[in-house]
């Protein structure tokens, strides 16, 4: 059942002032609840609070898209909520940071290249054995 609010919500024009409920935070963004309500407990994200509600303004929803810029560039959350800045913007980074997370990111990915190699490899001799015993079957058929 949709709650009154979350109804005005929905059918509300998308505007700047707009308070958004964590359902359409979480819709929006693509993230959990569970992480919404996590980000909160971090002290990541303030959420306006009515009851048991979290409603979202324009300041919040920029503070989120921060934040998950800054996971999709490979930054822990201890490490996002240090370069966070006091109210909204970008993430305070610094150069050695950047270059570090730079040869880090790279790392992870040869650690990646390396782990895809060997399962193709296992794959192709699956598929090899599977191809050896399917000729097998059908010169005995």
């Known amino acids: 059942m949709t709650s009154h609010m979350d109804q005005n919500a929905q059918n509300a024009p998308e505007s700047a002032d707009r308070l958004a409920t964590i359902g359409e935070l979480a819709r929006r963004y693509r993230v959990t609840l569970r992480a919404l309500r996590f980000y909160?407990?971090?002290?990541?994200?303030?959420?306006?609070?009515?009851?048991?509600?979290?409603?979202?303004?324009?300041?919040?929803?920029?503070r989120l898209?921060?934040?998950?810029?800054?996971?999709?560039?490979?930054?822990?959350?201890?490490?996002?909520?240090?370069?966070?800045?006091?109210?909204?913007g970008p993430l305070q980074l610094e150069e050695q940071q950047v270059a570090r997370q730079i040869a880090?990111?790279?790392?992870?990915?040869?650690?990646?290249?390396?782990?895809?190699?060997?399962?193709?490899?296992?794959?192709?001799a699956m598929a090899n054995r599977d191809g050896a015993s399917d000729a097998s079957l059908r010169a005995a058929g």
């Open 40 to 62: 909160e407990d971090r002290g990541l994200i303030k959420p306006t609070r009515y009851g048991t509600g979290r409603f979202y303004d324009a300041q919040a929803r920029a």
């Open 104 to 124: 880090e990111l790279e790392r992870k990915r040869e650690d990646l290249d390396q782990a895809i190699a060997e399962l193709r490899k296992t794959h192709n």
């Open 65 to 88: 898209e921060t934040i998950l810029k800054g996971k999709k560039l490979g930054f822990t959350l201890t490490q996002i909520a240090a370069m966070l800045p006091q109210e909204s």
